[in-house]
């Protein structure tokens, strides 16, 4: 079965920095799902990436996908204290708008202002 | 549209005891999925409805679980005879054929005392 991989588990950063989490998978991707959690709520869609060397940005948010589509990262440019939260990657390995999706474990970012 | 609405957000449930959740996709979606979520840990999935039809249950899904979706629209999981280890967030996401986008909702948040 497919896994995915998060680092770091946990970041800390002071705003105004930035910041990268990667996400890796052990299989092939064919669409890696990036979204944002608050504590104890549902998930916010950020991006989704499908083919080799794709990049989308959204605002401050940056989000890319190697050309082997093994390897994600999300990349937060000054960031602040809103981009908090757990930051989770998802991987769909077939086709069809399938969201039956396996899901890292999560990195909970914490911005200091 | 308000978004996917779940119903409810908290439960809190005593051991052997069943429990019914409710998921309200947003209204034109056709694809609807039931995910459980622990503490640390990524959403895992649970199972998926193509209108009424379940198309896919993982192996997360005993038979204790339950999950209808009545004329396509709003769907149920139930968990009879709950355990503790069943404490858990349920998430409930819809998305429409050939979109890249699944709407995921607030959840419903399990304890199981």
């Known amino acids: 079965s497919q896994e995915l991989e998060q680092s770091p588990q946990s970041l800390i950063v002071q705003e105004g920095k930035n910041l990268t989490i990667n996400c890796t998978s052990s299989k092939t991707l064919y669409g890696l799902y990036w979204y944002k959690q608050k504590y104890g709520e549902g998930l916010i869609f950020l991006m989704m990436l499908q083919k080799g060397g794709e990049e989308k940005s959204h605002e401050k948010i940056t989000a890319k996908l190697d050309e082997k589509k093994q390897q994600s990262s999300l990349h937060i440019t000054a960031s602040q204290p809103s981009h908090a939260g757990i930051y989770l990657c998802?991987?769909?390995?077939?086709?069809?708008?399938?969201?039956?999706?396996?899901f890292g474990k999560g990195t909970l970012l914490t911005v200091n202002p | 549209d308000t978004g996917v609405s779940q119903d409810p957000r908290h439960k809190i449930t005593k051991r052997g005891q069943n429990v019914t959740f409710r998921c309200d996709p947003i209204?034109?979606?056709?694809?609807l999925y039931w995910y459980r979520q622990t503490l640390g840990q990524g959403p895992e999935f649970l199972t998926y409805?193509?209108?009424?039809?379940?198309?896919?249950k993982s192996r997360l899904l005993s038979d204790r679980f339950s999950a209808e979706r009545p004329k396509g629209s709003f769907s149920t999981l139930e968990i009879q005879r709950t355990e503790q280890g069943d404490s858990a967030m349920y998430l409930c996401?819809?998305?429409?054929?050939?979109?890249?986008?699944?709407?995921f909702g607030q959840g419903t948040r399990l304890t199981v005392v």
């Open positions: 996401a819809s998305s429409y054929t050939g979109d890249t986008e699944a709407f």
């Open positions: 409805f193509q209108n009424e039809a379940q198309l896919e």
């Open positions: 209204s034109e979606h056709n694809r």
């Open positions: 998802g991987a769909s390995n077939s086709g069809g708008s399938n969201y039956k999706l396996t």
